[in-house]
C-alpha cells in the first residue's frame, strides 16, 4: 500500500527560528513530490520536486528529494507569525493523476 | 474566475439526508479533482475528471457517493444518505492539462448531525 509518513505532527517554535520538516514516502512507480502549505482549509502549491539532491527556492522556503532514501525536506529560515500552517506533502503516483497526501505537520510560530 | 469557487462554504445535514456540493474550477482547467480531508488528517482522494469525462473515481469511498462534471467545467459531487463518518472537508482542485500542480478551492465544511 502506497504510504506517505510527515514528521512531526506538530511544532511549535518563536519568530526567527529555522524548521526542517520531514516527508518519507513508500510507493509503487513514484513521479513527483508536492508541498503545500494549508492555512484555513486551500492548500497552496509550495513546490514540485522530481529529481534527486535540486534544491528548490522560494524566498525563505526551500526542499530537497532523496529518491535513493525516499525522502524529502522542507526548511523554512528565519520563520514567521505568517508561517503557522499545516504543510502537506504529497506524492504523485504513476500515471494516475491522483496524489496521495501525508497527514501533515502543524506548524505554530509564536511571535 | 480568478481562483476555484466552492459552494456552500458549511454544510449541515441531518444523518440521512442527501447533499450537492458544487465546484467551479479556474477558467481553462480540464482537469478537475475532489478530495476528502477528515479532521487532523491529510486530503485523500475522491475523483478525477478531464474535461467532462470521469477517468477514475477509484476513492470514493461507497456508491453513496457520485460526481458529474456534465459540461466539462462546474462539477457536483452528491454524497446520498449521509452519514455521520461522511462529515469532513470537501476540497476541489483544478490544474492545466499535463500539470499535477492544482489550485485548491476553500472547500465545503459537511457536518453530518
Known amino acids: 500500500e502506497d504510504k506517505v509518513v510527515q514528521s512531526p505532527l506538530s511544532l511549535v517554535v518563536h519568530e526567527g527560528d529555522t524548521v526542517t520538516l520531514n516527508c518519507s514516502y513508500e510507493?509503487?512507480?513514484?513521479?513527483?513530490l508536492l508541498w503545500y502549505k494549508q492555512e484555513k482549509k486551500a492548500p497552496t502549491f509550495l513546490f514540485m520536486l522530481?529529481?534527486?539532491?535540486i534544491e528548490k527556492k522560494s524566498g525563505r522556503l526551500s526542499s530537497i528529494l532523496d529518491k535513493k532514501e525516499l525522502f524529502s525536506i522542507l526548511n523554512i529560515t528565519a520563520t514567521q507569525t505568517g508561517d503557522s500552517a499545516i504543510y502537506l506533502c504529497?506524492?504523485?503516483?504513476?500515471?494516475?493523476?491522483?496524489?496521495?497526501f501525508g497527514s501533515g505537520t502543524q506548524l505554530t510560530v509564536l511571535p | 474566475g480568478a481562483g476555484v469557487s466552492q459552494s456552500p462554504r458549511y454544510k449541515v445535514a441531518k444523518r440521512g439526508q442527501d447533499v450537492a456540493l458544487r465546484c467551479d474550477p479556474i477558467?481553462?482547467?480540464?482537469?478537475l479533482f475532489w478530495y476528502q480531508q477528515a479532521l487532523g488528517q491529510g486530503p485523500e482522494f475522491l475523483t478525477y475528471?478531464?474535461?467532462?469525462?470521469?477517468?477514475?473515481k477509484s476513492g470514493l469511498p461507497s456508491d453513496r457517493f457520485f460526481a458529474e462534471r456534465p459540461e466539462g467545467s462546474v462539477s457536483t459531487l452528491k454524497i446520498q444518505r449521509t452519514q455521520q463518518e461522511d462529515s469532513a472537508v470537501y476540497l476541489c482542485?483544478?490544474?492545466?492539462?499535463?500539470?499535477?500542480?492544482?489550485?485548491f478551492g476553500q472547500g465545503t465544511r459537511l457536518t453530518v448531525v
Open positions: 482542485a483544478s490544474s492545466l492539462p499535463g500539470l499535477i500542480e492544482a489550485f
Open positions: 510507493v509503487t512507480n513514484f513521479r513527483s
Open positions: 522530481t529529481s534527486s539532491g
Open positions: 504529497a506524492v504523485e503516483i504513476g500515471s494516475a493523476r491522483q496524489l496521495t
Open positions: 477558467s481553462g482547467h480540464v482537469s
Open positions: 475528471f478531464q474535461n467532462e469525462a470521469q477517468l477514475d
